[in-house]
């Protein structure tokens, strides 16, 4: 129960991959058989991309993986910032300096996002590169308000990026709402106007995404978190005419330079056999949506920490957190702790998340699994909760 950090390649793309290496294995650049059978099944994946998440083909650029995606993202809205402010742009922001200090692209993020795009802020901010303003999550809803994303706005405001579904708490953040209030706000403002970005990773093939109905700029798509390999693409409104987008790296010249329901059983289950007053579902903020499979608890106790639970189950594989922060799980998670979660019940928490092949059988074993750890734990031998 851990599909947030990866899921399993699906046969079909297994056979589909297979296929590739054996019959197209050609540099897609190169014009003999083997190249253009190559270019023709990128072309194909690329038009599948586009038709998942609402674009066109030229608006998919393929990369390495989410986190190569986002760096292009953030280094995109620096270089696009200066690329477009002349002297007269520097002197309408106020100089050169301002209040002794030096006029920067400003970034606007969360402090929920992915380390792909918390680390490359905070990378950013430190060399001097562009200030970062980092927009707390409500402790109320657990999303990142509109609101308060549009209070951090400056006139040298260059690139906001807030993420479509947190990977720990699935919940849903209102990113349609916040395009629609930034691109009437840029309708107003003199070039450049800010650009918008989203990482999609943890919501597409788990709820409905259409880049266009967002009205995001940019959107970051990776392939391993819906039965796919260990790749990403990014979703680019108009690569090089409506949206900017700058390499940064040179030489190739390629790429032009679910099923819901389960989750409400895991709630149920948790609930029946633990009872309410033992647990705490920390992806439970009124009036926000979450990921139909993304189930976020807390079993409440001394020394039920959820590393040391999971530790001790026999049957249940999943996670306290991102993947990415697997060598401190002795730590609550800081995305939990910015949402409002005490941190004596973040430090319990465990992050159950389940996928196509996730049956009900393998949700009341889990449970029950969980159950019987959590007895052991406690040195009861008979254990009803």
Not at 190 to 208: E, F
Not at 260 to 275: N, R
Not at 336 to 358: D, F, H, K, Q
Request: proline share 5%; charged share 20%; glycine share 10%.
């Amino acid at each position: 129960m851990d599909y947030n950090a990866t899921t399993p390649l699906e046969a079909e793309v297994i056979k589909a991959i297979t296929e590739a290496l054996r019959e197209a294995w050609g540099n897609p650049s190169s014009s003999y058989l083997p190249g253009r059978k190559a270019k023709q099944i990128i072309d194909q994946s690329r038009e599948s991309i586009a038709s998942m998440v609402g674009g066109r083909a030229e608006d998919i650029i393929f990369m390495s993986g989410g986190t190569e995606a986002n760096n292009l993202v953030f280094h995109t809205a620096i270089r696009h910032f200066w690329k477009s402010c002349g002297a007269a742009k520097i002197s309408e922001l106020g100089g050169e300096h301002h209040n002794g200090k030096a006029i920067l692209p400003h970034i606007i993020t969360s402090n929920v996002e992915h380390d792909s795009v918390k680390l490359t802020a905070e990378s950013l901010l430190n060399e001097g590169k562009a200030d970062v303003t980092f927009v707390g999550a409500s402790t109320v809803t657990g999303r990142v308000e509109v609101e308060d994303v549009l209070a951090a706005i400056r006139p040298n405001t260059c690139l906001i990026s807030v993420m479509l579904a947190n990977n720990e708490t699935g919940v849903l953040m209102p990113v349609k709402e916040l395009c629609v209030r930034v691109r009437a706000l840029n309708a107003q403002r003199p070039s450049p106007r800010i650009l918008l970005h989203t990482d999609g990773a943890q919501a597409i093939g788990k709820v409905q995404v259409n880049a266009q109905e967002l009205g995001v700029d940019y959107l970051t798509i990776v392939g391993h978190k819906f039965y796919a390999p260990r790749i990403g693409a990014l979703y680019v409104n108009g690569p090089g005419t409506l949206t900017p987008l700058l390499p940064m790296f040179f030489g190739g010249g390629q790429e032009r330079n679910f099923r819901p329901g389960l989750k409400f059983s895991l709630v149920l289950c948790h609930q029946a056999v633990f009872g309410k007053e033992k647990i705490h579902f920390n992806s439970h903020f009124p009036g926000s949506e979450t990921l139909p499979n993304t189930c976020n608890v807390s079993i409440l106790g001394a020394g039920l920490q959820g590393w040391k639970v999971l530790s001790g189950c026999r049957k249940l594989l999943a996670s306290v957190g991102a993947a990415c922060h697997s060598d401190r799980v002795d730590r609550p998670s800081h995305i939990l702790l910015s949402c409002g979660i005490p941190p004596e019940v973040a430090a319990n928490a465990l992050r159950l998340s389940v996928g196509r092949t996730t049956t009900k059988r393998d949700v009341d074993l889990a449970v029950e699994d969980l159950r019987e750890t959590v007895c052991r734990l406690q040195g009861q031998s008979q254990c009803p909760l």
